[in-house]
T-cell receptor
Framework: AQSVTQLGSHVSVSEGALVLLRCNYSSSVPPYLFWYVQYPNQGLQLLLKYTSAATLVKGINGFEAEFKKSETSFHLTKPSAHMSDAAEYFCAVKGAAGNKLTFGGGTRVLVKP | GAVVSQHPSWVICKSGTSVKIECRSLDFQATTMFWYRQFPKQSLMLMATSNEGSKATYEQGVEKDKFLINHASLTLSTLTVTSAHPEDSSFYIC?????????????FGPGTRLTVL
C-alpha cells in the first residue's frame, strides 16, 4: 500500500519569495514520485519526477524537488515565486510495478504581489 | 511529451440522461487509461482503470453499472455516466501512461466538467 501526505492545503507567498511545498510518502517498494500542477479547470501537468536516478530533480518553470529516503519526503521548491505560479500542486507516488498513482490532497498556492 | 485529449470539455445535461466522455491518446498507444473525478477544491479520486481488450477495473465504492467504461482501441477510452443525477456533477479527468521506454509518468487530459441539472 502507498500513501501521500501534503502538509498544508494552502500556501501563501509573496512574489519573489521562496516557494516550499511539502510531500511525505509511504511505499512498501522503491517509489516513483511526481509533482503535478493544475491550473483552474484544467488537467494536470507534470512538473518533475523522481525515478531512482539523481535525488535532486529539476523540473519545468524553475521548480525542483529533493528525494530524501530517510525522511520519506519529496518536497518541492522554487527560489523565487512568480504570479503565474498560483495554482494547485499535487504530489503523487507510484510503486515500481503497475501504473496506479496515489495522490496527496493537494496544496493551493497563492502568490501575493 | 505525450498528449491526451478529452471531449467534450464541458457538458450540461438533464437528470436521468446519459453522458459519454471520450479520452484519446493522440501520439501514443495506451493499453491502460485511468479515469478520475475531482470535486471542487479536492484531490483526484481514481474511479477505474480502463484496459484495452478487457473489462475495466473499478475502485471500491464506484458503481460499474453507473459509470460504464469501454476501451475501444489503443488510443480511445470512453466513460459513460448513465442516468446522471446532480450528485454526479463533477470534473472528470482521464490519464494514460505511454508504453515507451523512459516514461514512468501519466499524461492527463484537460478534463471534462459535467453539470447535471
Amino acid at each position: 500500500a502507498q500513501s501521500v501526505t501534503q502538509l498544508g492545503s494552502h500556501v501563501s507567498v509573496s512574489e519573489g519569495a521562496l516557494v516550499l511545498l511539502r510531500c511525505n510518502y509511504s511505499s512498501s517498494v522503491p517509489p516513483y514520485l511526481f509533482w503535478y500542477v493544475q491550473y483552474p479547470n484544467q488537467g494536470l501537468q507534470l512538473l518533475l519526477k523522481y525515478t531512482s536516478a539523481a535525488t535532486l530533480v529539476k523540473g519545468i518553470n524553475g521548480f525542483e524537488a529533493e528525494f530524501k529516503k530517510s525522511e520519506t519526503s519529496f518536497h518541492l521548491t522554487k527560489p523565487s515565486a512568480h504570479m503565474s505560479d498560483a495554482a494547485e500542486y499535487f504530489c503523487a507516488v507510484k510503486g515500481a510495478a503497475g501504473n496506479k498513482l496515489t495522490f496527496g490532497g493537494g496544496t493551493r498556492v497563492l502568490v501575493k504581489p | 511529451g505525450a498528449v491526451v485529449s478529452q471531449h467534450p470539455s464541458w457538458v450540461i445535461c438533464k437528470s436521468g440522461t446519459s453522458v459519454k466522455i471520450e479520452c484519446r491518446s493522440l501520439d501514443f498507444q495506451a493499453t491502460t487509461m485511468f479515469w478520475y473525478r475531482q470535486f471542487p477544491k479536492q484531490s483526484l479520486m481514481l474511479m477505474a482503470t480502463s484496459n484495452e481488450g478487457s473489462k475495466a477495473t473499478y475502485e471500491q465504492g464506484v458503481e460499474k453499472d453507473k459509470f460504464l467504461i469501454n476501451h475501444a482501441s489503443l488510443t480511445l477510452s470512453t466513460l459513460t455516466v448513465t442516468s446522471a443525477h446532480p450528485e454526479d456533477s463533477s470534473f472528470y479527468i482521464c490519464s494514460a501512461p505511454p508504453q515507451r521506454e523512459g516514461y514512468n509518468e501519466q499524461f492527463f487530459g484537460p478534463g471534462t466538467r459535467l453539470t447535471v441539472l
